[in-house]
């Protein structure tokens, strides 16, 4: 709910204790610009301002916390000796940021805490669904399902270059391509191994959760050579058990459907009802990972770090930066704000 505060002892508390700490903005001809508060007394507030407006007295700062607006309007009573702005406080406006925004072009769900993936791995579930995974030795001399909180080589290849690794003859490099990993960056890491006597070809295709985490991989080498139908019949046995892992129960993900109240490619602001499970995904500095849909229906993946966690009397008010890590991922997730 807005406030409207013209007490000029309040306004004075509000200017001395906020503006003075604060980044404060003035609007000048329709654009805010930065400015100074260089001093403030109860009747009179001093400012250092680049330009002003030149057509009226009155000027408009604000200045934004993590839960009000604050939009203070003044007038320009004159100048001082060093060409600052004097200006007699009217009012401030306080606005609640929060019922500033539009809860329904977005919302959020699906949301869980990157530790608690981690911590599912060890989930017995895990372990029968590896048991339980399609044997495929009568087309690979050797096949496992790894999975791990912790990276080893090849999990930390298949993450750095974002590709599977497939490599059709290891005396042939030239038929890798370039949808996978690179032929040197493999080899660099394998050419101590003792499987490559044993072995002449490999398909590793990466276990991610929700595209974002690497968990694991499903792995496969053979004696002779391989080729991309050996690698597309792999492929369709690999989804089938990562769609088993994300399907499994073990991810324990919230599933409400909380509404954005702002959506940026750098911040997101959502609203989680106070339940058992939101108080143990939500922690400061914590990293989330959540769906973030439209009105439409349409869905993308995000990843963030928690900045700001507000209980209000129903929800917590959930503020988190986003994890973004490469100019591909900005301009999709601005597409996709755009668009929706």
């Known amino acids: 709910m807005n406030k409207e505060v013209t007490d000029p002892k309040s306004i004075h508390q509000l200017i001395d204790s ?16 930065p400015v100074k508060v260089i001093d403030s007394k109860p009747q009179v507030v001093t400012v250092r301002t680049p330009k002003s407006n030149t057509h009226t007295r009155e000027r408009v700062l604000t200045m934004r916390s993590k839960d009000n607006i604050f939009v203070s309007t003044f007038l320009e009573i004159g100048v001082d000796e060093l060409g600052n702005s004097m200006l007699q406080p009217l009012k401030i406006l306080i606005k609640d940021i929060l019922a500033e925004t539009e809860p329904n072009l977005f919302t959020a769900s699906n949301i869980i805490n990157q530790n608690d993936i981690f911590k599912s791995l060890n989930d017995d579930r895990i372990s029968q669904l590896i048991k339980r995974a399609p044997k495929v030795n009568f087309m690979f001399d050797f096949f496992e399902v790894y999975i791990n909180e912790r990276m080893n080589s090849r999990m930390r290849l298949m993450n750095s ?14 038929l890798v391509r370039p949808e996978f990993v690179p032929f040197n960056d493999y080899y660099s890491i394998t050419k101590s191994s003792n499987f490559l006597d044993k072995y002449k070809s490999e398909i590793c295709v990466p276990i991610k959760y929700k595209n974002f985490i690497m968990i694991g991989y499903v792995h496969a080498m053979h004696s002779t050579r391989l080729d991309s139908n050996s690698f597309n019949t792999f492929k369709l046995v690999a989804s089938s058990i990562i769609k088993d892992i994300h399907t499994s129960g073990v991810f324990e993900e919230s599933r409400e459907n909380c509404n954005v109240i702002e959506a940026n490619p750098n911040t997101i602001r959502f609203l989680h009802p106070l339940t058992r499970l939101a108080s143990r ?60």
């Open 161 to 174: 270059h974002e590709k599977p690794i497939f490599i059709p003859n290891i005396s042939q490099p030239e």
């Open 281 to 340: 995904i939500f922690s400061m500095g914590g990293i989330i990972i959540f769906d973030l849909k439209s009105k439409s229906g349409h869905r993308k993946f995000v990843r963030g770090v928690i900045k700001s966690i507000k209980p209000t009397q129903k929800e917590f008010a959930i503020a988190c930066d986003l994890s973004i890590n490469t100019p591909q991922e900005i301009a999709s997730l601005t597409d996709f704000l755009g668009k929706h």
């Open 18 to 33: 906020l503006y003075r700490v604060t980044p404060v903005y003035m609007e000048v001809d329709g654009e805010d610009i």
